[in-house]
């Protein structure tokens, strides 16, 4: 089972221009981490708040395509989950 942190506990990294949340996999937590890019051209984010914006406005299409990454174990060589635009 895979759960999800409450929408208002995904973030903005202004260092890696991305959406970050928690995923509890029952074995541990997986970071899962959202590009600026991705929310640009899947959900038409402009801009830095309007990206933090989309990804709480789509939270349940992302977490589901991210609890289905991390069910397959595509996951970063350092353990985090990012989705990429190039991803969906």
């Keep these: 089972m895979i759960a999800f942190s409450p929408s208002a506990e995904i973030r903005w990294n202004l260092v890696n221009e991305e959406a970050q949340f928690e995923a ?3 074995t541990g937590q997986v970071l ?6 991705f929310l640009e051209d899947r959900y038409g984010a402009d801009g830095v708040d309007d ?6 406005e789509h939270r ?3 977490q589901d395509l991210c609890g289905s990454w991390i069910a397959k174990g595509k996951l970063e060589p350092d353990g ?3 989705l990429r635009s190039k991803d969906w």
Excluded: A, N, Y
């Excluded at 899962?32 to 890019?37: A, G, K």
């Excluded at 990206?51 to 709480?56: F, I, Q, R």
């Design 24 to 26: 509890e996999t029952g």
């Design 60 to 62: 349940d299409q992302i």
């Design 80 to 82: 985090p989950l990012l």
């Design 51 to 56: 990206c933090l914006d989309k990804s709480k």
């Design 32 to 37: 899962c981490r959202v590009s600026r890019e």
